[in-house]
Protein backbone atom coordinates (compact mmCIF):
# COMPACT_ATOMS: atom_id res chain seq x y z
CA UNK A 1 0.00 0.00 0.00
CA UNK A 2 1.07 3.83 -0.23
CA UNK A 3 1.20 6.20 2.64
CA UNK A 4 0.99 9.69 2.03
CA UNK A 5 2.03 12.53 4.75
CA UNK A 6 1.84 16.19 4.25
CA UNK A 7 3.60 18.73 5.91
CA UNK A 8 4.84 22.77 5.29
CA UNK A 9 1.52 24.27 6.84
CA UNK A 10 0.98 27.35 8.77
CA UNK A 11 -0.44 30.58 9.48
CA UNK A 12 0.97 33.08 6.94
CA UNK A 13 -0.43 36.64 6.17
CA UNK A 14 -2.58 37.51 2.94
CA UNK A 15 0.48 38.06 0.14
CA UNK A 16 2.68 35.63 1.71
CA UNK A 17 3.97 31.78 0.36
CA UNK A 18 4.06 28.65 1.68
CA UNK A 19 5.37 25.31 0.15
CA UNK A 20 3.31 22.15 1.04
CA UNK A 21 5.16 18.63 0.65
CA UNK A 22 3.61 15.38 0.18
CA UNK A 23 5.91 12.49 1.08
CA UNK A 24 4.92 9.04 -0.57
CA UNK A 25 6.24 5.83 0.73
CA UNK A 26 5.37 2.66 -1.22
CA UNK A 27 6.65 4.01 -4.59
CA UNK A 28 4.91 5.86 -7.27
CA UNK A 29 4.18 4.16 -10.87
CA UNK A 30 4.09 5.64 -14.88
CA UNK A 31 0.15 5.31 -14.10
CA UNK A 32 -0.05 7.13 -11.39
CA UNK A 33 -1.64 10.59 -11.31
CA UNK A 34 -1.28 13.10 -7.73
CA UNK A 35 -3.74 15.71 -6.54
CA UNK A 36 -3.45 18.13 -4.33
CA UNK A 37 -7.29 18.87 -3.07
CA UNK A 38 -8.07 21.35 0.17
CA UNK A 39 -11.07 21.59 2.46
CA UNK A 40 -12.52 24.45 4.24
CA UNK A 41 -14.82 24.35 7.02
CA UNK A 42 -18.69 23.81 5.88
CA UNK A 43 -17.43 23.38 2.53
CA UNK A 44 -16.79 20.33 0.24
CA UNK A 45 -13.32 18.88 -0.73
CA UNK A 46 -11.84 20.64 -4.06
CA UNK A 47 -9.48 20.22 -6.27
CA UNK A 48 -6.03 22.39 -6.18
CA UNK A 49 -3.50 20.81 -8.29
CA UNK A 50 -2.29 17.69 -9.89
CA UNK A 51 0.13 16.20 -12.01
CA UNK A 52 0.83 12.72 -13.81
CA UNK A 53 3.53 11.33 -11.95
CA UNK A 54 5.86 10.34 -14.84
CA UNK A 55 4.65 12.57 -17.35
CA UNK A 56 4.55 16.15 -18.41
CA UNK A 57 0.91 16.61 -17.78
CA UNK A 58 0.06 20.22 -14.95
CA UNK A 59 -3.81 21.27 -14.43
CA UNK A 60 -4.76 23.94 -11.39
CA UNK A 61 -7.90 25.04 -10.58
CA UNK A 62 -9.10 28.37 -11.82
CA UNK A 63 -8.73 29.71 -8.48
CA UNK A 64 -4.99 29.16 -7.90
CA UNK A 65 -3.64 29.70 -11.93
CA UNK A 66 -0.77 31.57 -11.74
CA UNK A 67 -0.30 31.97 -7.99
CA UNK A 68 0.64 27.72 -7.24
CA UNK A 69 2.86 25.79 -8.60
CA UNK A 70 2.73 21.68 -8.25
CA UNK A 71 5.87 19.87 -8.79
CA UNK A 72 7.91 16.72 -8.08
CA UNK A 73 11.10 15.46 -7.06
CA UNK A 74 10.68 11.53 -8.11
CA UNK A 75 14.13 10.46 -6.59
CA UNK A 76 12.60 10.84 -3.37
CA UNK A 77 8.67 10.00 -4.18
CA UNK A 78 7.83 13.31 -3.15
CA UNK A 79 5.52 16.44 -4.42
CA UNK A 80 5.46 20.12 -3.69
CA UNK A 81 3.37 22.62 -3.64
CA UNK A 82 4.70 26.23 -4.03
CA UNK A 83 1.34 28.56 -2.41
CA UNK A 84 2.92 32.20 -3.75
CA UNK A 85 0.43 35.60 -3.20
CA UNK A 86 -2.41 34.12 -0.62
CA UNK A 87 -5.24 35.30 -0.06
CA UNK A 88 -7.70 34.54 3.47
CA UNK A 89 -10.08 32.19 0.81
CA UNK A 90 -7.21 29.75 0.79
CA UNK A 91 -7.44 29.04 4.53
CA UNK A 92 -8.40 25.44 4.41
CA UNK A 93 -6.90 21.83 5.39
CA UNK A 94 -4.64 20.68 2.15
CA UNK A 95 -4.66 16.93 1.34
CA UNK A 96 -2.62 14.99 -0.93
CA UNK A 97 -3.81 12.09 -2.88
CA UNK A 98 -3.21 9.35 -5.10
CA UNK A 99 -4.91 8.13 -7.85
CA UNK A 100 -3.93 4.95 -9.70
CA UNK A 101 -4.48 5.74 -13.20
CA UNK A 102 -3.92 8.99 -15.52
CA UNK A 103 -4.44 12.01 -16.20
CA UNK A 104 -5.40 13.63 -13.67
CA UNK A 105 -9.12 13.67 -12.06
CA UNK A 106 -10.76 16.88 -10.54
CA UNK A 107 -13.46 14.79 -8.48
CA UNK A 108 -11.87 13.45 -4.83
CA UNK A 109 -13.69 9.40 -5.39
CA UNK A 110 -11.32 9.15 -7.98
CA UNK A 111 -8.54 8.80 -5.74
CA UNK A 112 -7.57 5.49 -3.76
CA UNK A 113 -5.21 7.36 -0.65
CA UNK A 114 -5.06 9.96 1.00
CA UNK A 115 -3.32 11.87 3.72
CA UNK A 116 -3.94 13.56 6.93
CA UNK A 117 -3.74 16.88 5.72
CA UNK A 118 -2.07 20.05 6.67
CA UNK A 119 -3.53 23.34 7.70
CA UNK A 120 -3.20 26.72 5.97
CA UNK A 121 -4.54 29.52 7.52
CA UNK A 122 -4.01 32.88 5.78
CA UNK A 123 -5.21 36.03 7.50
CA UNK A 124 -6.20 39.02 5.94
Known amino acids: QVQLVESGGGLVQAGGSLRLSCAAS????????MGWFRQAPGKEREFVAGLDWAGASRQYADSVKGRFTISKEAAKNTMYLQMNNLKPEDTAVYYC?????????????????WGQGTQVTVSG
Open 26 to 33: GGLFSPDA
Open 97 to 113: ARRRAVPVATTPDEYDY
